[in-house]
């Protein structure tokens, strides 16, 4: 969907871009603001007249704009869920082809089958957000669209990453209950990917407890199983070069003169193969090498 030629900085006559009279992260304003922040009306007219500002109802899409962003605006919408996830640098596990929106419960309108629109009843934040829907809104969409180990991930990542507390999230669950509490019991902020927070939840949902981001042989350990089993997770955005794969290794192999069992499983193995993974896991505890140093 066009939406002007945003493949280029706009600057106007003052020397300024445009992305400079707003401070909406995401890229989108209003005459209003645009006019409180000094620019005046015929500037804004001849921006859209370029096709350099592009009017959605009353709404600008500027040219900083993610194309999701933009989209969800001409629909009348804002951008939700785990799109909106996505775009705030959250762990998702898998987006979809089909981008995510909110409107209001009561909106009218039709939208198109390619499209996932979340009717928002009751929202649990207020706030006026252009185009993107707050962050608590994001993760009530979360909670109750997605399976419950992948919200888990998205509310671990939310935490981690400093957008929302564990504190606020259960004062949350306390007011809305359902699904929203029911990831919000299982959420812990520690992780660093959601492939950590991913296996966390599988195996305490067999009875194993782990710890999160212990502090071993130098380095942080993905889960530490008991005392003595390291699980190791290789996510795909920080195992990618082949230095990153060599420091992995050499600290597994310091684990292991140590005395630690280690199980190093890359990304297809948690997302794809768990069964097979969670099997090795579960007879390596068996064996009870999480309660005494591996004789290798």
């Known amino acids: 969907m066009p939406f002007g030629p945003f493949g280029r900085t706009v600057v106007h006559s003052t020397g300024m871009s445009i992305t400079s009279f707003t401070t909406d992260p995401f890229g989108v304003t209003t005459r209003a603001r645009l006019r409180a922040a000094g620019l005046g009306e015929r500037a804004i007219r001849a921006l859209v007249d370029r096709g350099e500002l592009a009017p959605h109802r009353n709404l600008l899409v500027t040219p900083s704009a993610d194309p999701k962003v933009a989209h969800a605006v001409a629909l009348g919408a804002k951008v939700a869920c785990v799109s909106a996830a996505r775009l705030r640098g959250l762990w998702v596990a898998d987006e979809g082809l089909a ?28 706030a006026d957000r252009l185009g993107v829907e707050s962050g608590r809104n994001m993760l009530l969409h979360v909670a109750q669209c997605q399976p419950t180990e992948l919200a888990v991930c998205v509310f671990d990542s939310a935490v981690n990453k400093r957008l929302i507390t564990i504190e606020e999230l259960r004062r949350l669950a306390a007011v809305r209950g359902g699904r929203f509490a029911a990831v919000v019991r299982l959420a812990d902020g520690r992780a660093d990917s959601g492939l950590e927070s991913l296996m966390r939840v599988r195996l305490q949902a067999q009875g194993v407890d782990s710890r999160l981001q212990v502090k071993i042989a130098g380095h942080r350990v993905d889960l530490l199983i008991g005392d003595w089993l390291v699980l190791q997770a290789d996510g795909w955005q920080f195992h990618q070069t082949s ?20 199980l190093r499983y890359p990304y297809s193995a948690i997302m794809g193969g768990w069964g097979r993974a969670e099997a090795e896991i579960l007879a390596q505890l068996a064996a009870g090498a999480d309660s005494r140093p591996s004789r290798h």
Request: net charge positive.
């Open 243 to 262: 230095r990153q794969r060599d420091e992995d290794l050499a600290h597994d192999r310091r684990l292991v003169q140590r005395g630690y069992t280690v």
């Open 99 to 126: 981008p995510h929106v909110s409107v209001a419960a009561n909106t009218p309108r039709r939208f198109p089958d390619d499209v996932r629109v979340h009717w928002t009843a009751r929202p649990l934040d207020r």
